[in-house]
């Protein structure tokens, strides 16, 4: 257990959650199911969520500021939302058949995002790029994409293309390389995706021009979780929505995680319009969801109605009524106000942290927007993944901040990516700022 550091008995204080990861091992394929839950030595296994707290199987509590990866707004639990997906669920699960519930919620989603006309259902993020991407090929005709390098977007092949390139493989600073995440992708993947370097114009616009005829999208994330959680400069986005114009090439805003910073989402915060938009996370109440919305135009590729799609889509449990209710509730919850509160407290938040990084003097920074935060290992100016990849000594600081987290009662993301939720009032936010600032007095991070 020795990279679980100090704090009183460690070793104790994880001991069931020790004992279930190594029961998970024989039966679980690495001994649990999703990657971003999984650091070392093991995870803490969960018991249950009430609010803005989080207990595990050991009996700790922890102030939760990762929200299972910044999907529950409303924190755990939230009685309106439980009682939204209660009701729904009496009345059965799903059906093979459409429901009221999903125009509903439709409904609200195309009147909050002002570039998107109609969309579909579908059950994740991945779910939600990939057929995105294959709209955008349906649409334009042109079967590559573009994307930037180090940026998620789920697990679709196509869009895991360099992001995870280290010094050894990433190449050209203006054209960066295609590399592969997962062991045995195809080279015909990689040759089939222009990978681009984040928030920087002309270099984007010269490899947009060069590839423009083999291009259907560029899928742009701009508030990218892993590369740094860096926002892209308004003139940045400005200049590729105007370039993707220009060369007939779809822009495709992955919403994801950054519909949290705004009413209106990033789009709505940036004043962009994209051609395509995906959304996830928030938008389910804290149940599986993902969406794909748009330009009426574009989306038509998705009708059944008049010949056989162009893109035929389809999927068990898409827009499954007990997700729309508990969604839909989620998204009534978030007005304007509440918005605007939520995004006062993550301004208040990061200017803490700031503070506490410069007293201590810690080799730290603290980045993001709205009600995203992350701390970084470094204080080098961040503007694109190159900046903010880690090198070895710090992402070994950045394991360490996690677990003297942890071990101090709050659950933040293992890389020290973070966001508030609608339960957490002053003093939630005061004690985060308190384990952070301990951890740097305690120990050399
Ligand atoms: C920007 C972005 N896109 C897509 C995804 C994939 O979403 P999901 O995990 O629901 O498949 C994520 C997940 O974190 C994400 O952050």
């Known amino acids: 257990m020795s990279s679980i550091p100090s704090t009183v008995n460690a070793v104790e204080r994880y001991a069931e959650s020790r004992r279930l990861y190594e029961e998970a091992r024989d039966v679980l394929a690495g001994g649990n199911s999703r990657l971003t839950v999984y650091y070392k030595p ?44 209660i009701a729904a669920l009496r009345g059965g699960t799903a059906f093979a058949a459409p429901t009221n519930a999903e125009i509903t919620l439709a409904k609200l989603l195309c009147e909050r995002l002002p570039a998107v006309d109609q969309l579909r259902f579908v059950n994740s993020g991945t779910e939600a790029v990939m057929m995105a991407v294959k709209a955008a090929r349906a649409f334009t005709g042109k079967p590559d994409i573009a994307k930037f390098e180090g940026a998620y977007h789920g697990a679709y092949d196509y869009v895991e293309v360099s992001l995870a390139s280290s010094p050894e493989n990433w190449g050209d600073p203006d054209a960066p390389a295609a ?20 928030n920087r114009i002309d270099e984007t ?26 926002p892209a400069s308004p003139e940045f986005v400005a200049a590729l929505q105007e370039e993707c114009r220009k060369l007939g090439i779809l822009l495709i805003s992955d919403e994801v995680i950054s519909f949290r910073v705004g009413y209106h989402g990033a789009q709505g915060a940036y004043g962009f ?4 938009t995906t959304l996830a996370k928030i938008i389910g109440g804290g149940f599986p969801v993902g969406a794909i919305g748009g330009r009426r135009e574009v989306m038509a590729v998705f009708d059944a109605a008049e010949q056989s799609p162009r893109v035929p889509h389809g999927g068990t449990f898409n827009a499954n009524p007990v997700t729309m209710a508990a969604g839909l509730k989620a998204m009534e919850l978030l007005t304007p106000d509440v918005f605007d509160r939520l995004n006062r407290q993550g301004e ?20 993001g927007a709205g ?61 985060v700022v308190k384990a952070v600032e301990e951890t740097f007095h305690a120990g050399d991070l």
């Open 42 to 85: 093991h995870p803490v296994y969960v018991d249950h969520g009430e609010g803005a707290y989080l207990f595990d199987v050991d009996g700790n509590r922890y102030l939760d500021i990762i929200n299972n990866y910044t999907s529950l707004i409303h924190g755990h639990a939230h009685p309106d939302v439980e009682a939204a997906a």
């Open 205 to 230: 616009r010269a490899l947009l021009r060069q590839n423009q005829d083999r291009l259907a999208a560029v899928v742009v994330d701009v508030m990218p979780s892993r590369v740094g959680l860096v």
């Open 179 to 198: 590399t592969a995440y997962a062991a045995g992708v195809p080279q015909s993947v990689l040759n089939e995706v222009v990978v681009l370097p984040f």
């Open 273 to 276: 319009e994209p051609d395509l």
């Open 348 to 367: 208040q938040l990061r200017q803490s942290l700031s503070d506490v990084i410069r007293l201590s003097e810690a080799e730290w920074q603290v980045t």
């Open 371 to 431: 009600s995203l935060f992350r701390l970084i290992p470094t204080r080098a100016p961040l503007s694109d993944y190159r900046s903010a990849h880690l090198n070895r000594e710090q992402s070994a600081r950045a394991a360490a901040l996690h677990w003297e987290l942890m071990n101090r009662g709050v659950f933040i993301g293992s890389s020290g990516f973070g966001c508030l939720s609608t339960p957490m009032a002053d003093g939630e936010i005061e004690a």
